[in-house]
């Protein structure tokens, strides 16, 4: 393994690439801790220094921008806006057929399509910065039961003030998304990836040491041997995939002889990746939104659904939350997965190239084969899913851990996702160059 990384640093091009990526990591956890203009950064650090909390699609945000949203920086958002931009610009292909055509244009339409992505995460960006600004100032983002201090984070409430800090916002979003791309075009790896992975990275130690300081040594230990185990499990059902052998006829064109390989199709375990936890812990946190905006005056009593929804629906220790979360993901595993896997076209290209499945007829066959063998497979990866998402949460009602628990959820999916491809590219770029590579 050592020999392997000295040949890292010993290829010129591979270093350059290392070097520049890992400057622009360090450019984007700067920006994490740069505060946005007339943001009282004292009061700020009170208020995350006091272990204040912040739940819901706001406790997501801050996980995918490494604590830099509770810090209301310069990054607050970090990369939730293009992800989320991504993300509906990938579902769109369903609704609008233009955008359709246009991915399988090739490099020319799925280029316009990133421009697109590009103008809604700037849009988004504008959104959720205003929506952000505006929770500061209300003084509800560190909970309804923050210090004075939590509710005087903005020095400024003039419109100018709320401007500037939308703007400020909003273009750290463009220069963290010019960043992710320029790592993709000149660094290692998938740069939008790996900004993510960085900022849920940053969050281990802290996370862990809040869990040292509250429990003790012996929790931490067990905590660290579970998160081993769980990390283990996840690299092998990541790694987990069905082949579909496929045959290819042998065609003449001209004088020339295709075809007549034998190939397969992977299609693996979990083929949703992390979007489904997204999407149920995005869902989820609609009711005690609900809840919040119809809170009471002062003295008066709550409504019964208000009351019925903060008892049963606003913490992850609930039962009901626990059971709602868990068959969310599985519907949602198997909605993206029916929306980005398409049985028909796939069935359509083996036929248009000649290709077969050994045993099936080509055509309408073959695709309710793959649709028969889709829809077995994403069965235990849809639980392998709810699982790994409720360890956060189970972690919080036994333990006492903090719900951004590191070795589960959302996190572990993503560390190890892209931990695993940044590997495989970095062996592929040694094997170039060397006839061994960084894996063995």
């Known amino acids: 393994m050592f020999s392997a990384i000295a040949r890292i640093f010993r290829t010129p091009d591979l270093r350059k690439k290392i070097g520049f990526t890992l400057g622009i990591i360090a450019l984007f956890r700067l920006g994490s801790f740069v505060p946005t203009p007339f943001v009282d950064f004292a009061n700020v650090q009170l208020c995350l220094a006091a272990n204040q909390g912040t739940s819901g699609l706001y406790e997501l945000v801050n996980l995918f921008s490494g604590g830099a949203l509770l810090q209301l920086s310069v990054f607050a958002l970090g990369i ?42 700037i849009a988004l960006g504008i959104l ?38 939308v703007i400020t916002m909003t273009a750290g979003t463009g220069v963290i998304m010019w960043m992710g791309e320029l790592v993709t075009e000149r660094g290692v790896g998938n ?138 993901i599985i519907g949602f595993t198997y909605f993206y997965v029916a929306i980005t896997f398409n049985p028909e076209e796939v069935a359509d290209n083996m036929k248009k190239y000649g290709g077969f499945i050994p045993g099936i007829r080509a055509g309408r066959p073959t695709a309710e084969y793959l649709d028969f063998v ?29 719900q951004n628990f590191p070795f589960g959820g959302a996190s572990i999916l993503i560390i190890v996702g892209v931990g695993l491809e940044t590997v495989k590219q970095i062996d592929s770029q040694l094997q170039q160059r060397h006839y061994e590579g960084l894996l063995k």
């Open 191 to 328: 740069g939008m990836s790996l900004m993510i992975f960085i900022s849920i990275a940053a969050l281990f130690p802290g996370s862990l040491s809040a869990i040292g300081n509250q429990q003790g040594p012996n929790t931490l230990i067990i905590v660290l041997i579970v998160g081993i185990l769980v990390v283990a499990g996840v690299v092998f059902v990541e790694q987990s995939q069905r082949r579909i052998p496929v045959q290819y006829a042998k065609r003449m064109v001209g004088r020339r002889t295709y075809g007549g390989n034998n190939t397969y199709i992977p299609i693996k375990v979990n083929m949703a990746g992390v979007i489904p936890v997204i999407f149920a812990s995005s869902l989820l946190y609609l009711p005690a939104l609900l809840a919040q905006f119809n809170q009471p005056a002062a003295g008066a009593e709550a409504p019964a659904w208000v009351v019925w929804i903060s008892q049963n629906l606003t913490g992850g220790d609930q039962p009901l939350y626990m059971a709602m979360y868990f068959l969310l």
């Open 374 to 402: 889709l829809t077995r497979i994403t069965l235990p990866g849809s639980i392998y899913l709810g699982l790994i998402a409720l360890i956060p949460l189970i972690a919080f009602s036994v333990v006492g851990a903090d």
């Open 128 to 165: 959720q910065s205003t929506t952000l600004i505006t929770v500061a100032r209300s003084g509800a983002l560190f909970g309804t039961s923050a210090s004075t201090e939590c509710t005087q984070l903005i020095t400024n409430d003039a419109w100018y003030a709320i401007m500037l800090m």
């Open 80 to 121: 939730m806006p293009y992800i989320t931009a991504s993300i509906i610009v990938q579902l769109l292909r369903v609704v609008i057929p233009h955008f359709d055509t246009l991915y399988k244009e090739g490099a020319s339409g799925q280029s316009t399509l990133t421009q697109y992505t590009r103008y809604l995460t």
